[in-house]
């Protein structure tokens, strides 16, 4: 019964002094140091909407032959307050000439915010 109640307080003790490794004193929260989200890329924001259009194909909500198709433009537009990277597709293979492009919304963060065929 000693031997593991003394095993149990080493144990504790042991734990115990390990925790200051976890803080390190060079973590300055005043210079270089930022928890702010980083804003993306064009290429990346491209990257992010041609990730959703494969999602869309894999979940059948999109048909395959938008795999296939290039990105036809890419630009910043302001929704209410907000500015978002808009991704276009177009897919001349659609008979319905209104759903030949698919517009992707990304946030400035990377973040898809939308799809549709309208662009807004």
Known sequence: MKKLI???????????????????????????????RQKVSKSYAQNEATNEI????????????????PILNTKKKKFKNNMEWVVNF??????????????????LYGEITGVNHSGN
């Not at 003790?13 to 973590?27: I, K, R, V």
């Open 54 to 69: 494969n999602k869309l194909v894999r979940l059948n909500k999109i048909d395959a032959s938008w795999l296939k198709v």
């Open 6 to 36: 003394k095993t149990s307080l080493m144990t504790a003790l042991l734990a115990c002094s390990f925790n200051p490794l976890y803080a390190s004193g060079s973590h300055d929260h005043g210079q270089g140091h930022s928890h702010e």
């Open 90 to 107: 177009e897919n001349k293979s659609i008979k319905d000439s209104s759903k030949q492009i698919i517009y992707v919304f990304v946030n």
